[in-house]
């Protein structure tokens, strides 16, 4: 791989690994932005898809099967790409909800022209020739390292409390309860 190859290979892992992480943190908000944009059946996937993400993004860092993990984060970015044009046209929500409750991202146009850079990046990793890595000790160490702990911080936010409440405590309460 050359080395523009491996930029973008780098860039991607790094946007997809702190996408997933920003959503593994908070598993519940992301299932409730999932039900505000109208898909309330597909809001049980919000922790496979936050660990998806993480996986997704962990093996692009450490360049493990680049072609197999492109096609798949090609495919989720056209499904992304897709919810988000259906929740900001039809349901009026800005926010994509790309990096969970932290980071909030209202331009669409921002959105779109960092999706659409992704999967070009994506293409271009697709046909760029790649020289196969193996999955040796040490990257399957790293791997695991990312994904424990990912795992186990999704199912802990997934119907609780998130590690941290970006609300105010006091927000919806009448004065004299405060």
């Not at 991607?12 to 598993?27: A, M, N, P, Q």
């Not at 996986?55 to 499904?79: H, Q, Y």
């Not at 009026?92 to 209202?106: K, Q, T």
Request: aromatic letters at 16%; hydrophobic letters at 50%; glycine letters at 8%.
């Amino acid at each position: 791989m050359n080395r523009f190859g491996k930029i973008v290979c780098f860039a991607i892992g790094i946007v997809f690994l702190l996408s997933g992480l920003g959503k593994v943190v908070d598993v519940y908000a992301f299932q409730n932005l999932i039900v505000q944009y109208g898909f309330k059946p597909f809001n049980i996937l919000a922790p496979a898809i936050a660990i998806l993400e993480v996986v997704l993004g962990t093996l692009f860092l450490l360049r493990v099967g680049i072609k197999a993990i492109s096609w798949m984060a090609f495919g989720l970015l056209l499904i992304f790409s897709a919810a988000y044009t259906y929740g900001y046209f039809v349901n009026g929500i800005a926010d994509c909800g790309c990096f969970g409750p932290h980071v909030r991202i209202e331009s669409p146009s921002f959105t779109y022209v960092r999706n659409l850079v992704l999967i070009a990046g994506c293409l271009y990793l697709i046909k760029c020739p790649v020289e196969a890595k193996p999955f040796g000790a040490w990257r399957m160490r790293v791997a695991l390292t990312v994904f424990a702990p990912s795992l186990f911080l999704s199912g802990a936010t997934f119907r609780y409390m998130p590690l941290k409440s970006y609300e105010h405590p006091f927000q919806g309460m009448r004065v004299d309860e405060t």
